[in-house]
């Protein structure tokens, strides 16, 4: 999966579609509604979403954090965060 930078939410099918958004480029929680962001969080799908923060008051409760940090020996420290967690 590439990260979908210039097109800002990248599909993928499957037996859940999966939605990949990069939020980078994204200047406001109205700008993601606009482009019909909100409704694909809600949808029966699954949204991976970089730079999440853009939209916090958005996000479902049972959203799931994941954050990777990359340490100085280059290992990964994987945390995660959410409701049921």
Partial sequence: ????????IQ???GTLPL???DL???SSA??????GGEELLYS????????SE????????TTLFVDIDIMPNEDRVI???????
């Fill in 19 to 21: 939605y990949h958004m």
């Fill in 44 to 51: 029966n799908g699954v949204a991976i979403v970089e730079w």
């Fill in 30 to 35: 109205e700008e993601f509604e606009m482009i």
């Fill in 54 to 61: 853009k939209i916090a008051e958005m996000l479902p409760d």
């Fill in 11 to 13: 599909q993928y099918e």
């Fill in 79 to 85: 945390t995660l965060q959410g409701a049921d967690i």
């Fill in 24 to 26: 980078y480029r994204i």
């Fill in 1 to 8: 999966i590439v990260s979908p930078t210039f097109t800002l």
